[in-house]
C-alpha cells in the first residue's frame, strides 16, 4: 500500500513537472519566444557566427533551417564589368547640363555610362531534421535568448518533454544543435540537407557523418529579359544573348554548370551525428539517428571562395578540407564545452551594453509586436536595440565579410535588390551602431571591404574616368565591383560611394585614436578617394568648383525645358550630397595629413579646393536645398541624402544656426515615409535637432509598421537589415551624442523613456558612458576614460570639463559636480 502511495506521488510529481513546462517559463527580457513553430522564414529565428547562417523554424515534426554562408555568391572576379570610358562624350553630357538639358542628360548616362546588374548573393540550403509523425504536441515554446545566442525549441510529446537547442559557435566554425528528450530511447530522427541548387550530391562520409557538395549558378540576374532587351542591353549579357541581341537557345535567368561554362563557387556541408545511447547511421540519403536519449549534429560549411580577385573555379579554396579541419578540431570536445565557449566568445562582445527601459511583460514577442501600435512597451524598445547589436554580433566578425542587405540570411536565389551591397545608405547605416554599442570589432570586414574595393574601384577611376585614386558608385558585392550598375542614372551613377565610406574609418580612429589603424589602413584609402574627388571636381564658370554630373541618389526633380515643357530627370551638376560628402572628406584627409605627418603638398592643394567649394543654399520654404538650385521636387521621394551633414555627417550643428534650421524645415518636408531604413534615420536627424518626441516617433515606426514575427526589418515580404541595425543606432542618437566635441547626455529623451538606466555607450575620444534618469532627469552619470585626455561633458545647459587618466571613473550627478573619482 505505502509502495502504491509512493509510486502514486512520483508520477503526481513527474505529472506536474510536465504541466509546468507544458505552461511554459517566460523567458527573460532579452529573449524572443513564441508558442507556435514558425510558418515561414520571417518567422524563424537567426543564427551566425559572423559567416555562417542558420533560420530556424522550430517545427516538432521536421525541423527546417535555412543556411547560409557568407561568401556564396554568383559570378566571378571581373566578369561583371564591361568597356566604359566617359571622357569620350564627358563634354556632351555636361553641355546639356549647363544647356538644362537634363533629361537628355539623364538618358544619355543612362543608355552609355552603367554597366550590368550585380551578381547575386545565394542560399546554401536547407538543413531538414525528419521525426516520427508527431501530434497532439503540448507546452510548445520557442526562443532565441539575445544574451546567449542560443536558440531552443522545448514541448511534450507523448509524455516526454522534448529539447533542441542550437547555436553557431564562433571559436569552433560549427553550427551545433543538440536533441534531447527527459525518457531514454525516444530520440530518433532522419537528417538531410535539401537546396535550391539542383546539383547536390550526398554521400556517406564516415559511419556518423555525411558529406553534401554542391555548386551555385554561375550566372544570375535579377532582371526579367523584357526589361534588359527595353533597354538594349543584351550586349552586357553574352551568357544569354547572341552578339545581334537575340536570347541564346539555352537562356535562362539563372545559369548552371556546363550552361555558364563550369563557373560557379562551390561549397560543401559536413553534418556529423553523436549520441548518448541508441545508434546512427550514414548513407547517401543522409543521417538516422534511432532510440537515443540525446544527441548532438555538428555542422560545418565551407566554399571555394578564396579572394575577391581570385577564381572560386579555377583558383578556389578546397571545402571538403576546410570542413573535415573544422570538425577534427572539435574532435573529443563536449557538447557542453563548445556550448561554453561559445557563450563566452559571444557575451565577451554582447555584455558590453546594458539597456533597461521599463519591465518586460510576459507576452510571446508576436503578439507584444502586434500591440506595439497601440500599447507603449518600452522593454520592447530596448529589445530591438539590442536585438540589432545581437545581428551585428551574428553577421560581421573580424575575417568574415561585411554584412550585405540582408546581412548573412537569405533563402532566395534571386533574392531583392541581389541581396548585394548597396552603398548609397544600406550598408552604411549597418555599421552605424558599430562603434557606440561597444562593437568596434565588427567593424572590420567594412574596412577591408573598402581596401579591396580602392584596388577594382581603382581601376575603374582609371579607366573609366582617366582620374587618379579609386571610385565606388551605388553598389558592389563579393567580388567589389566598382562600376555603375544598370537600371537609371538616376539609381545608378553616383560615383560618391567611396567619399561615404571613408566617413567610417574616420569615425573609427576618433572613437579609438589609433593611429596605426589611420596610417596601415584608414588613410591611404581615405587618400585614394580624395585624390579622385580632387581630380572629379571641375570648374562651374563661375570660379566654384562643383561635380559636374551629378545625381541626389533615387531621386528626382521637374524643371521646365527651353520649350516650355514640363519635365522630370534626376541628372544635374553639384547635388548637396555631393559637396558634403567632399568637404567632410578633405577635411579629414588633411587631418589625418597632419597628424601624421605626411603629404604636405596635397593637403594643401586639398586647402585650395576645398575654399572653391560652394555653400549649401537654402530655399524659398527655408529649407536646405537638394541641388545646386532650387528645382520642384518629384514625388516619390524615399531618399533623403541632405540629411547628411546633420547626420551621420557633423558639419550642420547648432553652431551653424541658419543651416540647422534650414536641415530642420527640409526634415519636416521631407519626413513622410516612416518604418524600416526611412524611420532610422529620421530618428537620427531628429535627435541631432534636439526633438526627442519625433525622434521616437520615427524609431517607433520601425517597429510598429516594419518590423517582421522575428524582429527581421522590412516591408511586405521583404527583408533588409538596415532597420535594425539603423534602430539601434537611433537609440543610441536619443541617449548620448559626441559629434559635435563634447559628450551630451540624454540629448533627446522621449517622455517614454521617463525611467531608464544604460551601461556602455561609447563616445568620440574613447570614453564610456553609464547613465540612469527618473522622471525625465539624469540621476547619475560614469564617464570611463579609456585613453585618458580631456573631455567636454554636457547635460541640458551645463557642461564641465575633465581632465581624465586612463582607465579613470568619474561619477557625476545631475549638476554634472563631480561626486567620486
Known sequence: MLRRSFVSILGALAALRRAVFAQGQPPGPLTLWYRQPANHWLEAVPLGNGRLGAMVFGIPGEERIVLNEDTLYSEEPGTSDIPLDITKDFDSVTAMIRNGQYAEAGEYVTSHWLGRAQPCYQPLGELRIRFSPTHDVGGYQRELDLASALARVRYVY??????????????????????????????????????????????????????????????????????IESKGDQHKYPEIYTPEGARKPNAARVLYGDAIGGKGMRFEVRIQATTEGGTVAADAAGLTVKDATSAVLLVAVASSFSGFDRSPTREGAEPAQQNRATLAACSGKSYASLRAAHVKDYKALFDRVELDLGASPTTPSDQRLQAAATQPDTALDALHFQFGRYLMIAGSRPGTQP???????????????????????????????????????????????????????????????????????????????????????????????????????????????????????????????????????????????????????????????????????????????????????????????????????????????????????????????????????????????????????????PATPRLFEAERVFVIRRNKVTGAWPGAWASCCWSRLGDAERAYASFRSILTRTTHPNFFCGRGAIYQIDGNLGGTAAVVEMLLQSHAGEVHLLPALPRAWKKGRVRGLVSRGGFEVAMEWDGGRLKEAVVTSRLGGECRVRYGARTIELKTQRGGHYRLSEALEIRSV
Open 403 to 653: 554584412l550585405n542587405l540582408q546581412g548573412i540570411w537569405n533563402v532566395d536565389v534571386i533574392p531583392p535588390w541581389a541581396g548585394a551591397y548597396t552603398t548609397n545608405i544600406n550598408i552604411q547605416m549597418n555599421y552605424w551602431p558599430a562603434e557606440t554599442t561597444g562593437l568596434s570589432e565588427c567593424h572590420e570586414p567594412l574596412f577591408r571591404m573598402l581596401r579591396e574595393t580602392a584596388v577594382t574601384g581603382g581601376k575603374v577611376a582609371r579607366e573609366m574616368y582617366h582620374l587618379p585614386g579609386w571610385v565606388l558608385h551605388h553598389n558592389t558585392t563579393i567580388w567589389r565591383g566598382a562600376q555603375p550598375v544598370d537600371n537609371l542614372s538616376t539609381f545608378s551613377f553616383w560615383p560618391m560611394a567611396g567619399g561615404w565610406f571613408c566617413q567610417h574609418l574616420w569615425e573609427h580612429y576618433r572613437y579609438t585614436l589609433d593611429r596605426d589603424f589611420l596610417a596601415r589602413q584608414a588613410y591611404p584609402v581615405m587618400k585614394g578617394a580624395a585624390e579622385f574627388y580632387s581630380g572629379w571636381l571641375k570648374d562651374d564658370g563661375r570660379g566654384r568648383l562643383t561635380t559636374p554630373v551629378s545625381t541626389s541618389p533615387e531621386n528626382e526633380f521637374y524643371y521646365t525645358d527651353s520649350s516650355g515643357q514640363r519635365r522630370h530627370s534626376g541628372v544635374a551638376q553639384g547635388a548637396t550630397l555631393d559637396f558634403a560628402i567632399i568637404r567632410e572628406l578633405f577635411r579629414n584627409v588633411m587631418e589625418a595629413s597632419r597628424l601624421l605627418g605626411v603629404d604636405t603638398g596635397f593637403r594643401e592643394k586639398l586647402a585650395g579646393q576645398l575654399a572653391k567649394l560652394p555653400e549649401y543654399q537654402v530655399g524659398e520654404h527655408g529649407q536646405l536645398l537638394e541641388y545646386h538650385k532650387e528645382f520642384e521636387e518629384y514625388p516619390p521621394r524615399h531618399d533623403v541624402s541632405p540629411y547628411y551633414p546633420l547626420y551621420p555627417g557633423y558639419e550642420i550643428t
Open 158 to 227: 507523448s509524455g516526454v518533454k522534448m529539447e533542441r537547442e542550437f547555436f553557431t559557435s564562433h571559436p569552433d566554425n560549427v553550427l551545433a544543435i543538440r536533441l534531447s528528450g527527459d525518457a531514454p530511447g525516444r530520440v530518433s530522427f532522419r537528417v538531410s540537407l535539401d537546396s535550391a541548387h539542383p546539383n547536390l550530391k550526398t554521400e556517406a562520409a564516415a559511419p556518423n557523418e555525411i558529406a553534401v557538395a554542391g555548386q551555385l549558378p554561375g550566372f544570375v540576374i535579377r532582371r526579367e529579359f523584357d526589361f
